[in-house]
Protein backbone atom coordinates (compact mmCIF):
# COMPACT_ATOMS: atom_id res chain seq x y z
CA UNK A 1 0.00 0.00 0.00
CA UNK A 2 0.92 3.43 -0.57
CA UNK A 3 -0.64 6.61 0.38
CA UNK A 4 1.15 9.51 0.44
CA UNK A 5 -0.34 12.88 2.21
CA UNK A 6 0.00 16.41 1.84
CA UNK A 7 -0.94 19.19 4.59
CA UNK A 8 -4.12 19.92 3.87
CA UNK A 9 -3.98 23.34 4.74
CA UNK A 10 -1.22 26.08 3.71
CA UNK A 11 1.27 27.60 5.61
CA UNK A 12 -0.21 29.99 8.20
CA UNK A 13 1.89 33.06 7.56
CA UNK A 14 -1.77 34.95 7.83
CA UNK A 15 -2.68 34.15 10.52
CA UNK A 16 -2.74 36.29 14.16
CA UNK A 17 0.00 33.96 15.70
CA UNK A 18 3.50 34.88 17.19
CA UNK A 19 6.11 33.88 14.32
CA UNK A 20 9.11 32.27 15.34
CA UNK A 21 12.39 34.87 16.91
CA UNK A 22 14.75 33.12 14.24
CA UNK A 23 12.97 31.10 11.20
CA UNK A 24 14.10 27.35 12.00
CA UNK A 25 15.60 25.49 9.71
CA UNK A 26 14.46 21.17 9.64
CA UNK A 27 16.61 18.71 8.20
CA UNK A 28 13.64 16.82 7.82
CA UNK A 29 10.78 18.20 5.79
CA UNK A 30 7.88 18.96 8.36
CA UNK A 31 5.05 17.04 6.97
CA UNK A 32 3.48 13.44 7.32
CA UNK A 33 3.76 11.21 4.69
CA UNK A 34 2.89 7.65 5.08
CA UNK A 35 4.21 5.57 2.12
CA UNK A 36 3.35 1.80 3.93
CA UNK A 37 0.86 -0.03 5.70
CA UNK A 38 1.23 1.05 9.61
CA UNK A 39 3.65 -0.52 10.63
CA UNK A 40 5.21 -0.88 7.61
CA UNK A 41 7.43 -4.19 7.15
CA UNK A 42 10.84 -3.16 8.62
CA UNK A 43 9.08 -2.78 11.87
CA UNK A 44 6.71 -5.77 11.73
CA UNK A 45 10.51 -7.23 11.25
CA UNK A 46 11.78 -5.58 14.23
CA UNK A 47 8.89 -6.30 16.17
CA UNK A 48 9.35 -9.84 16.09
CA UNK A 49 12.86 -9.37 16.90
CA UNK A 50 11.77 -6.94 20.10
CA UNK A 51 9.23 -9.88 21.35
CA UNK A 52 11.62 -12.52 21.54
CA UNK A 53 14.15 -10.22 24.05
CA UNK A 54 12.16 -7.17 25.01
CA UNK A 55 10.27 -7.89 28.55
CA UNK A 56 6.29 -7.93 27.91
CA UNK A 57 6.19 -5.57 30.43
CA UNK A 58 7.44 -2.78 28.33
CA UNK A 59 4.73 -1.94 26.18
CA UNK A 60 4.77 0.12 23.06
CA UNK A 61 1.86 2.63 21.84
CA UNK A 62 2.28 2.67 18.44
CA UNK A 63 5.04 -0.19 17.01
CA UNK A 64 6.75 2.01 14.21
CA UNK A 65 10.51 1.79 14.83
CA UNK A 66 11.91 5.29 14.86
CA UNK A 67 15.46 5.76 12.94
CA UNK A 68 15.43 9.80 12.73
CA UNK A 69 13.05 12.78 14.40
CA UNK A 70 13.46 16.11 13.53
CA UNK A 71 11.19 19.49 14.04
CA UNK A 72 7.59 17.85 15.11
CA UNK A 73 7.86 15.11 12.67
CA UNK A 74 9.39 11.26 13.68
CA UNK A 75 10.79 9.05 10.17
CA UNK A 76 9.83 5.13 10.91
CA UNK A 77 12.52 2.72 9.47
CA UNK A 78 9.69 2.34 7.03
CA UNK A 79 10.68 6.43 5.62
CA UNK A 80 6.82 7.25 6.97
CA UNK A 81 6.93 10.44 8.29
CA UNK A 82 4.52 10.83 11.45
CA UNK A 83 3.25 14.21 13.18
CA UNK A 84 3.95 13.52 16.66
CA UNK A 85 2.20 15.09 19.45
CA UNK A 86 3.55 13.50 21.64
CA UNK A 87 7.17 14.69 22.05
CA UNK A 88 8.29 11.10 23.88
CA UNK A 89 5.62 11.99 26.63
CA UNK A 90 6.79 15.90 26.69
CA UNK A 91 10.28 15.51 26.71
CA UNK A 92 11.97 16.61 23.15
CA UNK A 93 9.79 20.07 24.05
CA UNK A 94 11.69 22.23 22.46
CA UNK A 95 12.14 20.01 19.40
CA UNK A 96 13.36 16.43 18.09
CA UNK A 97 17.16 17.10 17.33
CA UNK A 98 16.80 20.62 18.33
CA UNK A 99 21.42 22.02 17.19
CA UNK A 100 21.55 24.17 19.77
CA UNK A 101 21.05 20.85 21.90
CA UNK A 102 23.22 18.38 19.29
CA UNK A 103 25.87 20.77 19.35
CA UNK A 104 26.20 20.91 23.06
CA UNK A 105 25.77 17.31 23.85
CA UNK A 106 28.40 16.56 21.17
CA UNK A 107 30.59 19.07 22.35
CA UNK A 108 30.50 17.72 25.65
CA UNK A 109 31.04 14.18 25.07
CA UNK A 110 34.12 15.18 23.50
CA UNK A 111 35.70 16.89 26.33
CA UNK A 112 34.20 14.08 29.13
CA UNK A 113 31.24 12.20 29.48
CA UNK A 114 31.47 10.89 33.38
CA UNK A 115 33.33 11.67 36.37
CA UNK A 116 30.31 11.61 38.68
CA UNK A 117 30.03 15.16 40.55
CA UNK A 118 30.12 13.39 44.43
CA UNK A 119 33.46 12.13 43.36
CA UNK A 120 34.97 15.41 41.52
CA UNK A 121 32.71 17.93 40.59
CA UNK A 122 32.45 20.13 37.08
CA UNK A 123 30.41 23.24 36.28
CA UNK A 124 27.99 22.07 33.91
CA UNK A 125 26.18 20.67 37.33
CA UNK A 126 26.79 24.11 38.68
CA UNK A 127 25.22 26.18 35.72
CA UNK A 128 21.70 23.96 36.08
CA UNK A 129 21.25 24.75 39.31
CA UNK A 130 21.55 28.32 38.67
CA UNK A 131 19.24 27.93 36.07
CA UNK A 132 16.71 26.28 37.87
CA UNK A 133 17.27 28.67 40.96
CA UNK A 134 16.31 31.45 38.13
CA UNK A 135 13.81 29.89 36.48
CA UNK A 136 12.05 27.96 39.29
CA UNK A 137 8.43 29.79 40.70
CA UNK A 138 9.55 31.80 43.87
CA UNK A 139 11.91 34.88 44.74
CA UNK A 140 13.69 33.15 47.47
CA UNK A 141 16.85 31.71 47.78
CA UNK A 142 17.26 28.29 46.01
CA UNK A 143 19.13 25.09 45.79
CA UNK A 144 18.63 21.43 43.54
CA UNK A 145 19.77 18.18 43.26
CA UNK A 146 20.31 16.73 39.91
CA UNK A 147 19.24 12.67 39.15
CA UNK A 148 18.45 11.02 36.05
CA UNK A 149 14.27 10.53 36.09
CA UNK A 150 10.99 11.84 37.40
CA UNK A 151 10.25 8.70 39.57
CA UNK A 152 13.47 9.62 41.02
CA UNK A 153 13.00 13.05 41.34
CA UNK A 154 9.30 12.31 43.34
CA UNK A 155 11.86 9.88 45.31
CA UNK A 156 13.95 12.34 46.17
CA UNK A 157 11.44 14.96 47.15
CA UNK A 158 9.77 13.20 49.41
CA UNK A 159 13.19 12.10 51.30
CA UNK A 160 14.13 15.89 51.20
CA UNK A 161 10.43 17.05 53.04
CA UNK A 162 10.66 14.42 55.79
CA UNK A 163 14.54 14.82 56.31
CA UNK A 164 13.14 18.24 56.89
CA UNK A 165 10.01 18.37 58.80
CA UNK A 166 10.95 14.95 60.51
CA UNK A 167 7.46 13.44 59.44
CA UNK A 168 6.07 10.39 57.86
CA UNK A 169 3.49 10.92 56.01
CA UNK A 170 3.12 11.11 52.19
CA UNK A 171 -0.02 13.18 50.44
CA UNK A 172 -0.96 13.20 46.79
CA UNK A 173 -4.01 14.11 45.00
CA UNK A 174 -6.80 11.73 43.25
CA UNK A 175 -5.70 11.21 39.44
CA UNK A 176 -2.29 12.17 40.27
CA UNK A 177 0.62 9.79 38.25
CA UNK A 178 4.18 10.23 39.84
CA UNK A 179 6.11 7.25 38.70
CA UNK A 180 6.64 3.71 38.33
CA UNK A 181 9.19 3.03 41.45
CA UNK A 182 8.53 1.58 44.58
CA UNK A 183 7.34 4.75 46.22
CA UNK A 184 5.98 6.08 42.98
CA UNK A 185 3.77 3.37 42.29
CA UNK A 186 1.90 4.10 45.81
CA UNK A 187 1.53 7.42 45.32
CA UNK A 188 -0.69 6.98 41.36
CA UNK A 189 -4.38 7.11 41.28
CA UNK A 190 -4.53 4.42 39.32
CA UNK A 191 -3.25 0.87 40.07
CA UNK A 192 -3.23 -0.68 36.85
CA UNK A 193 -1.31 -0.96 35.33
CA UNK A 194 1.30 0.60 37.23
CA UNK A 195 0.98 -1.21 40.29
CA UNK A 196 -0.99 -4.26 39.49
CA UNK A 197 0.82 -7.45 40.80
CA UNK A 198 3.86 -5.46 42.28
CA UNK A 199 3.36 -4.95 46.11
CA UNK A 200 3.86 -4.30 49.07
CA UNK A 201 3.95 -1.09 48.45
CA UNK A 202 4.99 2.11 49.82
CA UNK A 203 2.99 2.84 53.10
CA UNK A 204 2.31 6.37 54.80
CA UNK A 205 0.90 7.49 51.45
CA UNK A 206 -2.51 9.11 51.56
CA UNK A 207 -4.72 9.99 48.47
CA UNK A 208 -6.43 13.13 48.83
CA UNK A 209 -9.45 14.69 46.40
CA UNK A 210 -8.12 16.68 43.66
CA UNK A 211 -9.80 19.74 42.01
CA UNK A 212 -11.60 18.32 38.39
CA UNK A 213 -13.97 21.23 37.57
CA UNK A 214 -15.30 19.52 34.47
CA UNK A 215 -16.93 16.96 36.92
CA UNK A 216 -16.83 18.13 40.43
CA UNK A 217 -18.18 21.44 39.47
CA UNK A 218 -16.54 23.18 42.85
CA UNK A 219 -14.92 26.67 42.93
CA UNK A 220 -10.83 26.46 44.13
CA UNK A 221 -11.96 27.69 47.62
CA UNK A 222 -14.35 24.54 47.77
CA UNK A 223 -11.98 21.80 46.22
CA UNK A 224 -9.39 22.92 48.73
CA UNK A 225 -11.65 22.65 51.99
CA UNK A 226 -12.37 19.34 50.80
CA UNK A 227 -8.86 18.68 50.18
CA UNK A 228 -7.56 19.90 53.63
CA UNK A 229 -10.35 18.65 55.23
CA UNK A 230 -9.34 15.11 54.17
CA UNK A 231 -5.74 15.81 55.02
CA UNK A 232 -7.00 17.30 58.58
CA UNK A 233 -9.50 13.62 59.13
CA UNK A 234 -7.00 10.94 57.20
CA UNK A 235 -4.03 12.13 58.14
CA UNK A 236 -3.40 15.17 60.71
CA UNK A 237 -1.03 17.91 59.65
CA UNK A 238 1.54 17.38 62.37
CA UNK A 239 2.38 13.94 61.10
CA UNK A 240 2.31 14.91 57.25
CA UNK A 241 5.90 15.93 55.55
CA UNK A 242 4.78 16.73 51.94
CA UNK A 243 2.04 16.89 49.59
CA UNK A 244 2.92 16.42 46.07
CA UNK A 245 1.06 18.09 43.32
CA UNK A 246 0.71 18.20 39.68
CA UNK A 247 -0.22 21.89 38.67
CA UNK A 248 -1.84 20.42 35.52
CA UNK A 249 -2.57 16.46 35.98
CA UNK A 250 -1.00 14.68 33.47
CA UNK A 251 -1.52 10.71 32.54
CA UNK A 252 -5.12 11.49 34.96
CA UNK A 253 -5.90 13.92 31.88
CA UNK A 254 -4.41 17.29 31.91
CA UNK A 255 -6.93 18.27 34.89
CA UNK A 256 -6.47 22.11 34.89
CA UNK A 257 -7.24 23.10 38.90
CA UNK A 258 -10.26 25.92 39.68
CA UNK A 259 -8.60 28.89 40.21
CA UNK A 260 -7.48 29.34 44.01
CA UNK A 261 -7.42 25.78 44.52
CA UNK A 262 -2.97 25.72 44.21
CA UNK A 263 -2.17 28.45 46.58
CA UNK A 264 -4.97 27.72 48.75
CA UNK A 265 -3.38 23.89 49.41
CA UNK A 266 0.17 26.00 49.51
CA UNK A 267 -1.44 28.53 52.71
CA UNK A 268 -2.47 25.25 54.54
CA UNK A 269 1.01 23.54 54.10
CA UNK A 270 2.61 26.77 54.68
CA UNK A 271 0.30 27.51 58.19
CA UNK A 272 0.96 23.79 59.27
CA UNK A 273 4.78 23.20 58.30
CA UNK A 274 4.01 20.63 55.10
CA UNK A 275 6.24 20.98 52.40
CA UNK A 276 4.04 21.67 49.29
CA UNK A 277 6.24 20.21 46.16
CA UNK A 278 5.02 20.69 42.33
CA UNK A 279 5.28 17.74 40.45
CA UNK A 280 6.37 19.76 36.83
CA UNK A 281 7.90 16.99 35.59
CA UNK A 282 5.18 17.18 32.81
CA UNK A 283 3.98 20.90 32.74
CA UNK A 284 7.43 21.89 33.12
CA UNK A 285 10.38 23.38 31.08
CA UNK A 286 8.34 26.16 28.99
CA UNK A 287 5.68 23.57 28.14
CA UNK A 288 3.02 25.36 28.91
CA UNK A 289 3.53 28.80 27.74
CA UNK A 290 5.54 30.15 31.42
CA UNK A 291 8.69 28.26 32.03
CA UNK A 292 6.23 26.42 34.90
CA UNK A 293 2.63 25.71 35.02
CA UNK A 294 2.45 26.84 38.75
CA UNK A 295 2.80 30.36 37.43
CA UNK A 296 -0.48 29.88 35.38
CA UNK A 297 -2.19 29.72 39.25
CA UNK A 298 -0.39 32.20 41.07
CA UNK A 299 1.11 29.41 42.62
CA UNK A 300 4.44 29.06 44.93
CA UNK A 301 5.54 26.18 45.78
CA UNK A 302 8.03 25.10 48.12
CA UNK A 303 9.85 22.23 46.35
CA UNK A 304 9.67 22.24 42.26
CA UNK A 305 10.40 18.66 40.79
CA UNK A 306 11.84 19.11 36.56
CA UNK A 307 12.32 15.96 34.63
CA UNK A 308 10.81 15.08 31.02
CA UNK A 309 11.75 18.40 29.04
CA UNK A 310 15.00 19.82 30.36
CA UNK A 311 17.21 17.96 28.41
CA UNK A 312 16.12 18.06 25.14
CA UNK A 313 15.90 14.18 25.15
CA UNK A 314 18.59 13.17 27.57
CA UNK A 315 17.99 11.87 30.84
CA UNK A 316 18.49 14.83 33.36
CA UNK A 317 15.41 15.45 36.68
CA UNK A 318 15.76 17.99 39.55
CA UNK A 319 14.68 18.81 42.74
CA UNK A 320 14.63 22.30 43.72
CA UNK A 321 13.74 24.73 46.24
CA UNK A 322 13.90 26.61 49.16
CA UNK A 323 17.47 26.51 50.36
CA UNK A 324 17.05 25.79 54.15
CA UNK A 325 14.59 22.74 53.00
CA UNK A 326 16.87 21.14 50.43
CA UNK A 327 20.46 22.04 52.89
CA UNK A 328 18.49 19.80 55.29
CA UNK A 329 20.34 16.42 54.03
CA UNK A 330 22.97 15.72 55.20
CA UNK A 331 26.32 15.23 52.75
CA UNK A 332 26.17 12.18 51.07
CA UNK A 333 22.49 11.57 51.75
CA UNK A 334 21.61 12.64 48.16
CA UNK A 335 23.20 12.20 45.01
CA UNK A 336 23.51 8.74 42.53
CA UNK A 337 26.23 7.15 40.13
CA UNK A 338 24.95 8.93 36.87
CA UNK A 339 22.49 11.92 38.58
CA UNK A 340 23.61 15.44 36.69
CA UNK A 341 25.44 13.55 33.98
CA UNK A 342 27.68 16.11 32.35
CA UNK A 343 26.05 15.54 28.80
CA UNK A 344 22.77 15.69 29.99
CA UNK A 345 23.19 19.15 31.88
CA UNK A 346 25.36 20.06 28.38
CA UNK A 347 22.02 19.43 26.74
CA UNK A 348 20.14 21.23 29.41
CA UNK A 349 22.12 24.46 29.23
CA UNK A 350 21.14 24.45 25.84
CA UNK A 351 17.93 24.04 26.30
CA UNK A 352 17.54 26.98 28.35
CA UNK A 353 19.19 29.13 26.34
CA UNK A 354 16.87 28.29 23.38
CA UNK A 355 13.98 29.11 25.63
CA UNK A 356 15.85 32.35 25.90
CA UNK A 357 16.77 33.32 22.88
CA UNK A 358 13.86 31.55 20.86
CA UNK A 359 11.32 32.95 22.94
CA UNK A 360 9.73 30.07 23.43
CA UNK A 361 7.28 30.93 25.60
CA UNK A 362 5.71 32.88 22.98
CA UNK A 363 5.43 29.24 21.09
CA UNK A 364 3.34 28.00 23.78
CA UNK A 365 1.15 30.64 23.91
CA UNK A 366 0.51 30.13 19.85
CA UNK A 367 0.06 26.14 20.19
CA UNK A 368 -2.45 27.20 22.78
CA UNK A 369 -4.48 29.25 20.56
CA UNK A 370 -4.11 27.23 17.05
CA UNK A 371 -5.39 23.93 18.99
CA UNK A 372 -7.97 25.23 21.53
CA UNK A 373 -9.88 27.30 18.37
CA UNK A 374 -9.06 23.80 16.10
CA UNK A 375 -10.91 21.51 18.92
CA UNK A 376 -13.26 24.13 19.49
CA UNK A 377 -14.31 23.95 16.14
CA UNK A 378 -14.53 20.14 16.37
CA UNK A 379 -16.71 20.41 19.82
CA UNK A 380 -19.34 22.30 17.73
CA UNK A 381 -19.63 19.56 15.28
CA UNK A 382 -19.23 16.90 17.10
CA UNK A 383 -21.36 16.17 21.00
CA UNK A 384 -18.82 13.46 22.16
CA UNK A 385 -15.95 15.96 22.92
CA UNK A 386 -17.24 17.14 26.43
CA UNK A 387 -14.16 19.35 27.28
CA UNK A 388 -11.35 21.74 25.85
CA UNK A 389 -9.09 21.95 28.84
CA UNK A 390 -4.98 22.66 29.63
CA UNK A 391 -2.55 25.81 28.79
CA UNK A 392 0.37 25.88 25.97
CA UNK A 393 1.48 23.15 24.50
CA UNK A 394 -0.32 20.87 27.33
CA UNK A 395 -3.79 20.86 25.82
CA UNK A 396 -6.75 17.69 25.87
CA UNK A 397 -10.11 16.88 25.49
CA UNK A 398 -11.84 14.49 26.80
CA UNK A 399 -14.72 12.29 25.07
CA UNK A 400 -18.07 11.23 26.77
CA UNK A 401 -20.60 8.93 25.38
CA UNK A 402 -23.31 10.69 22.96
CA UNK A 403 -25.63 12.95 24.68
CA UNK A 404 -24.28 12.50 28.16
CA UNK A 405 -22.10 16.16 28.07
CA UNK A 406 -24.66 17.85 29.57
CA UNK A 407 -25.61 14.99 32.36
CA UNK A 408 -23.35 12.47 33.56
CA UNK A 409 -20.47 12.69 31.53
CA UNK A 410 -20.15 9.42 30.47
CA UNK A 411 -16.31 8.39 29.88
CA UNK A 412 -15.91 7.25 25.89
CA UNK A 413 -12.91 5.44 25.60
CA UNK A 414 -13.52 3.42 23.17
CA UNK A 415 -13.81 6.69 20.82
CA UNK A 416 -10.52 7.80 22.14
CA UNK A 417 -9.01 4.66 20.77
CA UNK A 418 -10.34 4.59 17.54
CA UNK A 419 -9.41 7.95 16.91
CA UNK A 420 -5.94 7.22 18.07
CA UNK A 421 -5.57 4.42 15.69
CA UNK A 422 -6.77 6.18 12.89
CA UNK A 423 -4.56 8.84 13.28
CA UNK A 424 -1.57 6.81 13.91
CA UNK A 425 -2.59 4.85 10.32
CA UNK A 426 -2.93 8.74 8.93
CA UNK A 427 0.41 9.64 10.64
CA UNK A 428 -0.33 11.51 13.40
CA UNK A 429 0.98 10.29 16.82
CA UNK A 430 -1.38 10.82 18.95
CA UNK A 431 -1.07 10.06 23.03
CA UNK A 432 -4.43 9.35 25.31
CA UNK A 433 -4.54 10.04 28.69
CA UNK A 434 -7.40 9.57 31.38
CA UNK A 435 -7.95 7.77 35.20
CA UNK A 436 -11.21 6.61 32.65
CA UNK A 437 -8.70 6.32 29.04
CA UNK A 438 -11.01 8.70 27.74
CA UNK A 439 -9.11 11.74 26.98
CA UNK A 440 -6.68 12.53 23.86
CA UNK A 441 -3.98 14.48 25.00
CA UNK A 442 -2.03 17.25 23.14
CA UNK A 443 1.76 17.22 24.06
CA UNK A 444 3.74 18.49 21.51
CA UNK A 445 6.89 20.27 20.96
CA UNK A 446 6.87 24.11 20.78
CA UNK A 447 8.41 23.80 17.27
CA UNK A 448 4.80 22.36 15.87
CA UNK A 449 3.53 24.72 13.01
CA UNK A 450 0.14 26.35 12.62
CA UNK A 451 0.29 23.79 9.72
CA UNK A 452 0.90 21.09 10.94
CA UNK A 453 -1.55 21.48 13.54
CA UNK A 454 -3.72 22.34 10.92
CA UNK A 455 -3.20 19.44 9.17
CA UNK A 456 -3.61 17.07 12.36
CA UNK A 457 -6.90 18.17 13.43
CA UNK A 458 -8.10 17.68 10.08
CA UNK A 459 -7.47 13.69 10.73
CA UNK A 460 -8.66 13.91 14.00
CA UNK A 461 -11.90 15.40 12.26
CA UNK A 462 -12.08 12.35 9.77
CA UNK A 463 -11.50 10.15 12.35
CA UNK A 464 -14.54 11.34 14.96
CA UNK A 465 -16.05 11.29 11.24
CA UNK A 466 -15.25 7.38 10.80
CA UNK A 467 -16.86 6.20 14.30
CA UNK A 468 -19.53 3.95 14.24
CA UNK A 469 -22.92 5.99 14.73
CA UNK A 470 -24.25 6.77 18.00
CA UNK A 471 -27.00 4.01 18.65
CA UNK A 472 -24.88 1.57 17.58
CA UNK A 473 -22.28 2.36 19.97
CA UNK A 474 -25.75 2.70 22.65
CA UNK A 475 -26.40 -0.70 21.33
CA UNK A 476 -22.94 -2.32 21.94
CA UNK A 477 -23.30 -1.03 25.87
C1 LIG B 1 6.47 11.10 33.64
C2 LIG B 1 6.08 11.61 34.98
C3 LIG B 1 6.70 11.14 36.14
C4 LIG B 1 7.73 10.03 36.12
O1 LIG B 1 8.85 10.36 35.36
P1 LIG B 1 9.82 9.20 34.82
O2 LIG B 1 10.96 9.94 34.21
O3 LIG B 1 9.03 8.41 33.85
O4 LIG B 1 10.23 8.40 36.00
C5 LIG B 1 6.34 11.71 37.34
N1 LIG B 1 5.41 12.69 37.40
C6 LIG B 1 4.81 13.16 36.30
C7 LIG B 1 3.80 14.26 36.43
C8 LIG B 1 5.11 12.63 35.05
O5 LIG B 1 4.47 13.07 33.96
Keep these: MTETLTPTSAPSDTAPSTA ?21 PRSEELHQRRLAVVSAGVSSTLPVYIKKANGAILVDVDDNQFIDLGAGIGVTTIGHTDSTVVEAAAGQVKEFIHTLFTITPYEEYVRVAELLATH ?192 ASQPGGLGGTFGGNPVACAAAIAVFESIEQNDLLAQGARIERALVAGLSALKQKYDIIGDIRGRGAMIAIELVQPGTGDTTKEPYAAAVSSIAAYAAQHGVLLLTAGTYGNVLRFLPSLALSDALIADALSVIDDAIAELPAPERNAEKR
Design 136 to 327: TPGSWPKKSVLINSGAEAVENGVKIARKFTGRRAVAVLDHAYHGRTNLTMAMNYKAAPYATGYGPLAGDVYHAPSSYPYHDGLSGGDAARRTISYLEKAVGASDLACLVVEPIQGEGGFMVPADGFLPALQEWCTVNGVVMIADEIQSGMARTGAYYASEHFGWTPDLVLTAKGIAGGLPLAAVTGRAEIMD
Design 20 to 40: PAAEPVYTIPQERRIVTAIPG
